[in-house]
């Protein structure tokens, strides 16, 4: 069988199949709901929400990590999203290049430097993309008709891509849905050409998205998160 270190390599992503029991599921969407943040998510939610880094530090996420790893990863970014009808949006063909930082300091290969939500954006060189990994935590069923996440196999292997590449890569590899069940985890690496469309249905699509890694950042720049 095709391990999932290989398929991240080779694909760009992988699927892990129930990797969150009914009940962790039903106490995520639970605290979810409780929260006052806009329904359609939230950035930096491990400010709201400190019990999401037990997560990955807890079985079966820590021992799913444990064999992608060579050390135990830290949590570099955490988001939630919840796709309906009435918090709608579609994304169009893209790379996830920007990593979020504690401070601006000019290093070669760092730009396009931006703030969102007060915290200080920036796009690093591919290497350092290249070691996060992006968990999809999937609390609903997703699929062709509620925004399911589409990736080009194969996409994140080219670097940054422009728009030439990015049409180029669409006719010539199909695209695929990532259909998963609430519970299931999709791993990505950034630099995957993904997109979506909007939800036709009134149901939540919740995700929570957090992102990995176990290196630091040259130059004395420091993750956001700490
Ligand atoms: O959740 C979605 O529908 C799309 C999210 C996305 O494209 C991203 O996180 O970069």
């Known amino acids: 069988m095709i391990t999932l270190t290989t398929q991240l390599d080779q694909r760009g992503y992988a699927i892990a199949p129930q990797i969150l029991t009914p009940k962790t599921v039903a106490d995520f969407r639970e605290r979810f ?25 807890a079985a079966p996420l820590a021992e799913l990590l444990a064999s992608l790893f ?8 955490a988001l939630y999203f919840n796709k309906t009808q009435n918090t709608n949006w579609g994304v169009p063909w893209h790379q996830d290049k920007t990593i979020a930082v504690q401070q601006r300091i000019a290093i070669p290969g760092f730009s396009a430097w931006s703030v969102k939500q007060g915290v200080i954006h920036v796009q690093p060189p591919t290497r350092i993309l290249e070691q996060i990994l992006t968990l999809r935590i999937h609390l609903d069923p997703t699929n062709e008709n509620n925004g ?27 695209p695929v849905t990532c ?7 999709l791993m990505m690496q950034p630099l995957l050409l993904h997109s979506s469309r909007k939800s036709q249905t009134e149901r939540d699509r919740r995700v929570i998205h957090l992102e990995l890694t176990h290196q630091n950042l040259p130059g004395g720049l420091q993750w956001a998160m700490r």
């Open 33 to 57: 709901h409780n929260q006052a943040f806009p329904r359609h998510g939230f950035r930096h939610v491990e400010t709201v929400l400190p019990e999401l880094r037990s997560l990955i530090t």
């Open 148 to 174: 399911a996440l589409q990736a080009i196999p194969g996409s994140h292997r080219h670097g940054f891509l422009v728009r030439a590449d990015i049409d180029r890569l669409k006719k010539e590899r199909s």
């Open 70 to 77: 060579s050390s135990p990863p830290k949590l570099i970014r």
């Open 179 to 185: 259909c998963l069940n609430a519970g299931d985890v």
